[in-house]
């Protein structure tokens, strides 16, 4: 049974730090993208950041370059999402996503390139 739980979620003020995680519990953690997207109420889902599980090429949305970044523990086959200088336009409900064995990491913000995804953890963020 694949899932993708995610974890980490919470309140805090502008300028503070959380770090998100997603359990993946699917085969061939390390071939495959997975990837942190966002959805705040009123807006489109948003591409977070990406990470190549095998090549561990990283990727980030513009809006959050510098501020949030992505890695993974292949023993424990989780991925985080280290989330630091948050704004309150970070707040949104955080999703995680992985991809077909082998699939790249270069279309990362597509949708397409994904075909499990978490339940969600929501982060709010106090000006």
């Known amino acids: 049974q694949v899932q993708l739980v995610e974890s980490g979620g919470g309140s805090v003020q502008a300028g503070g730090s959380l770090r998100l995680s997603c359990q993946v519990s699917v085969y061939g953690f390390g071939s495959r993208c997975v990837a942190w997207f966002r959805q705040a109420p009123g807006k489109e889902r948003e591409g977070v950041a990406g990470?190549?599980?095998?090549?561990?090429?990283?990727y980030y949305g513009d809006s959050v370059k510098g501020r949030f970044t992505i890695s993974q523990d292949n023993a424990k086959n989780v991925v985080y999402l280290q989330m630091n200088s948050l704004k309150p336009e970070d707040t949104a409900m955080y999703y995680c996503a992985a991809g077909s064995p082998w699939r790249t990491c270069s279309t990362w913000t597509s949708s397409s390139v994904y075909v499990y995804w978490g339940q969600g953890t929501q982060v709010t963020v106090s000006s």
């Open positions: 990470i190549s599980t095998g090549a561990r090429d990283t």
